[in-house]
């Protein structure tokens, strides 16, 4: 059996992240990775897919985008090459095609056992991703054969799709960008809407990303906002990432003909039923956008920039009905059905206490309350934008400091996972 300080699972931003900062600091570590360097950014995005946020939001420890274009957005093979030079730049201990198969407590620390060989490690860092499975309602069953269902994970492009009209299934960034791409290669498309967050992509002169960036929106800590759980419930963001920085929005797919209905609640053969909640919750969006955008015009006025930026727009409200409460799919000519309704973590291999009821990993910014395991590349795991490759810069910097003051004080488990374990 290897023996280790810590190991890492996963070679996606997250996990090289941590191992620049634990190389920074002199930790002697590993990072296990099944497949290569940015894996889902290899084998589980579409074809088309552009970042939305701009390069130069891309800022990892010790790295930083210093190409030609750092207001575009880089393409899924840019993002691999990213990645890849960086963990290049500081030789990261990457153990490519190594599947970690099950974790587990031996004594002071860990087993880490793999398909290949076995670790023993003080320190484990899950870095296996946020969004690793489309979530698929069970409902979805229920739809007969003739209607091929698709993830975004397996959706590359529209060509690949039967003919015929889409239902597509959620309308956060993955869900109405695959619709106007459908839409635009000339299908019918129906997009059900549940919540999300409209923005547009540029405001008085300047990416919306950069305003919020400027704000400190997504150095928010986890520590600090009011209410975490419904903070990393949050729907991610309707952007995309264009060379003619295009606002992506419900008004937006509308004017290319797309159908917008309610959230999907059910099917039951070819019939889809949807909720009434479409006018509510784009006016939920709408307001919500409207305060975001006087908060960026107060940012304006109170730092001076007023006279460099363009005047604010006129604010559009989005136009919507309730739509209908079922659509036959086949008197409709829908063949396909793609969901894009989030995503799901699982750690079935992780048999360490500190899984919640729904199997998601309990901890206090990244920190479980087993000591020596820790988790990356959550939700608002520690910052608004820990999700975001941009997010791991702060992130993985703390829980490298965490780690290695583990070997100089004795953690005390954050008295609330305590409680939420025994609850
Ligand atoms: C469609 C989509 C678009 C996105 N767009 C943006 C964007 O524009 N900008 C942005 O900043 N972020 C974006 N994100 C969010 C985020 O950057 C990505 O989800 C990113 O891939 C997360 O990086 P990660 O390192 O946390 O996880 P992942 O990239 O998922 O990496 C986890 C790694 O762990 C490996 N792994 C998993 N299980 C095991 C195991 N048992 N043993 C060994 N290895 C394992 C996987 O192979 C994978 O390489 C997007 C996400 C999605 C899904």
Redesign the pocket.
């Known amino acids: 059996m290897n023996r280790i300080d810590t190991v890492v ?8 992240a941590l191992s620049r900062s634990l190389t920074a600091r002199g930790v002697e570590h590993v990072v ?4 290569r360097v ?4 290899r084998t589980e ?1 579409w074809d088309s ?1 552009r ?3 701009p390069r130069w ?2 800022r990892l420890p010790g790295w930083s985008y210093d190409g030609p274009d750092p207001d575009g ?1 880089m393409s899924k093979d840019e993002v691999v090459a990213y990645l890849e030079a960086y963990a290049a730049s500081f030789d990261a201990p990457v153990h490519s095609g ?4 099950s974790v587990s407590i031996d004594g002071d620390g860990f087993r880490v056992g ?1 398909d290949l060989e076995s670790w023993r490690a003080r320190n484990v860092v899950v ?6 499975e489309a979530i698929v309602p069970d409902f979805a069953r229920g739809l007969p054969s003739d209607i091929h269902q698709v993830v ?1 994970t397996r959706y590359r492009n529209p060509r690949e799709l039967p003919d015929g009209g889409v239902l597509v299934v959620g309308a956060s ?2 869900g109405l960008q695959l619709a106007v791409e459908i839409r635009e290669s000339g299908r019918p498309v129906t997009l059900s809407v549940g919540r999300h967050t409209r923005l547009p992509r540029t405001y008085r002169g300047r990416d919306i990303l950069s305003w919020l960036d400027e704000m400190g929106v997504f150095d928010e800590r986890f520590d600090e906002v009011a209410d975490l759980e419904s903070s990393r419930q949050q729907p991610s963001l309707q952007l995309v ?1 264009t060379p003619e920085r295009r606002t992506l929005d419900l008004g937006v797919a509308r004017e290319l003909g797309i159908r917008l209905v309610g959230r999907t609640r059910r099917a039951d053969g070819h019939v889809v039923g949807f909720d009434d909640n479409l006018v509510e919750d784009v006016a939920a969006a709408d307001l919500k956008l409207a305060r975001l955008l006087m908060r960026i015009d107060e940012h304006v006025s109170a730092a001076g920039l007023g006279d460099r930026c363009p005047e604010p727009p006129p604010f559009s409200l989005i136009d919507v009905d309730d739509g209908p409460a079922t659509l036959d799919l086949a008197a409709e000519g829908i063949r396909t059905v793609l969901w894009a309704t989030g ?1 799901r973590r699982r750690y079935d ?1 992780l048999h360490v206490p500190v899984l919640d009821g729904r199997g998601e990993i309990l901890h206090d910014g990244g920190v479980t309350r087993w000591p020596g395991l820790y988790v ?2 959550l939700r608002f795991l520690r910052h608004r934008g820990s ?5 791991q810069k702060t992130d993985a910097e703390e829980i490298a400091e965490h780690l290695l003051g583990r070997g100089r004080t004795a953690p005390r488990p954050p008295r609330h996972h305590i409680h939420s374990l025994i609850a």
Do not use: H, K, N
Request: charged content about 15%; aromatic content about 10%; overall charge neutral.
């Open positions: 699972i996963g070679g996606g931003q997250a996990g090289l296990l990775e099944r497949g940015g894996e889902r950014w995005r897919l970042l939305l946020t939001q891309s957005y190594v599947t970690v198969r793999t870095a296996t991703g946020d969004c690793q975004p960034s993955t990432g995503f291999w990356m590349g999700t975001f490759i941009d997010g």
